[in-house]
C-alpha cells in the first residue's frame, strides 16, 4: 500500500510532505495496543502520515456500564496512543477517533444505532477540542440490515448530533448493519443523508437582505413571491433540492411514477449509475507502475 501511495504521490520525499493516507490504529479494548497495529502504524509513520486513533469501547462489555466510565476509558486509550505516536515520531498529525458502542443487553452484540451512539460522539468531539484536536466520530450508523424507517431514524439522529457538535470527520458511509457488510446502495443512501446533514448545520443567514422587509410589504397581501428577484436570488442558495431519490411529489405524481419507496429510487440510481458512469482513466505510467508493485506484492505475500 505504501509504494502504491509512493508511487501516486511521485515519491517518498512528496509523501511525507504532502500524506495521502491517515493509518488507523484501533486500541483494542480495556486499555490495550494491538501488536500488529502498531507495527503497520510504525512503518506508515516513517513515511510520515497522520495517524487516527480511535478504540471501539463498549459499553458493559468491554468498558463500564455508564456512559461517563466509557468515555473516561476510550479517552485514556486514546491519550495513551498518542502518547506512542510522539515518542516514536515527534509531531505527528493525530486524528482524535471517539467511536465508543454499547453493547445490547439483551444479545451481547455491539449496537451502531443507539440512541447513546451519538450522546457519545457529542462528548467525544467536547473532549477531542478540549485538547486541541481533530475529531473523528462513528456516526451515520445503524443496526438495520435493510434501507427501512429504522435505519433511516437511527442513521440521520445520530448524524445530526454529530455535524452540528463539531466533529471534523464521520464513519461510515456504505455499511450495512452493524459491519455486516458494504452495499453501494448503502453508499448513496449515505450520499444523500450527508447532504441533508450538511444542510441542517450550515444553518440560514439574517440580515436585511434575508428578512426581506421590503419585499414582503412590496408583495402585499394575497400576492406571491415566484417570479419576485428576491426569490431568483436566493432559492438555490437557501433550499436544498433533493436528488430524485426523495419524493416531494403529490399523491398522485408519486403512483404515477410507480409508487416507488425509497430502497427502490436507490436502487435505480445506482443501476443509472453503474450503466453510465465512465471515470477518468489513471496516467498510463502510473497504472503500469502500479500494476508492477501489486504483481511484486503478490508474489511476495502469495507466494
Avoid at 500524506?19 to 509513520?45: N, R, Y
Avoid at 485514556?76 to 496512543?81: P, S, T
Avoid at 515518542?87 to 471517539?98: E, F, H, I, K, R
Wanted: proline fraction near 6%; charged fraction near 20%.
Amino acid at each position: 500500500m505504501l509504494e502504491i501511495y509512493k508511487a501516486a504521490a511521485g515519491g517518498r520525499e512528496t509523501l511525507r510532505s504532502n500524506p495521502m493516507v491517515e493509518v488507523f490504529l484501533e486500541p483494542i479494548s480495556p486499555l490495550q495496543l494491538p501488536e500488529t497495529g502498531l507495527d503497520v502504524m510504525m512503518a506508515f509513520l516513517d513515511h510520515g502520515q497522520p495517524v487516527s486513533i480511535g478504540p471501539m469501547a463498549m459499553t458493559s462489555g468491554t468498558a463500564p456500564a455508564t456512559l461517563a466510565g466509557t468515555l473516561a476509558q476510550e479517552n485514556a486509550e486514546i491519550l495513551a496512543g498518542i502518547v506512542v505516536i510522539q515518542t516514536l515520531a515527534p509531531g505527528t498529525p493525530v486524528m482524535y477517533g471517539g467511536i465508543p458502542h454499547i453493547m445490547d443487553p439483551r444479545t451481547s452484540i455491539c449496537s451502531f444505532g443507539s440512541p447513546e451512539q451519538g450522546l457519545m460522539a457529542v462528548a467525544m468531539v467536547q473532549l477531542a477540542r478540549s485538547y486541541g484536536f481533530p475529531v473523528y466520530v462513528n456516526v451515520n450508523l445503524t443496526d438495520s440490515k435493510v434501507l427501512d424507517a429504522q435505519a433511516g431514524m437511527e442513521k440521520m439522529g445520530g448524524l445530526v448530533q454529530g455535524i452540528l457538535a463539531g466533529a471534523d470527520l464521520f464513519g461510515h458511509a456504505g455499511i450495512r448493519g452493524t459491519d455486516h457488510g458494504g452495499s453501494l446502495a448503502w453508499l448513496l443512501a449515505d450520499d444523500e443523508a450527508m447532504t441533508f446533514a450538511r444542510r441542517i448545520a450550515a444553518g440560514f443567514s439574517v440580515d436585511d437582505e434575508s428578512l426581506a422587509f421590503d419585499v414582503i410589504a412590496e408583495t402585499g397581501p394575497g400576492g406571491n413571491y415566484l417570479s419576485h428577484d428576491h426569490t431568483l436570488r436566493h432559492f438555490r442558495e437557501e433550499l436544498l433540492i433533493p436528488d430524485a431519490v426523495w419524493s416531494r411529489d403529490a399523491y398522485d405524481g408519486w403512483r404515477a411514477k410507480g409508487s416507488t419507496g425509497f430502497e427502490d429510487r436507490i436502487g435505480e440510481r445506482l443501476s443509472s449509475i453503474i450503466q453510465t458512469h465512465q471515470p477518468s482513466p489513471i496516467d498510463p505510467a502510473l497504472d503500469r507502475e502500479i500494476t508492477l508493485i501489486v504483481e511484486k506484492a503478490r508474489e511476495e505475500l502469495v507466494g
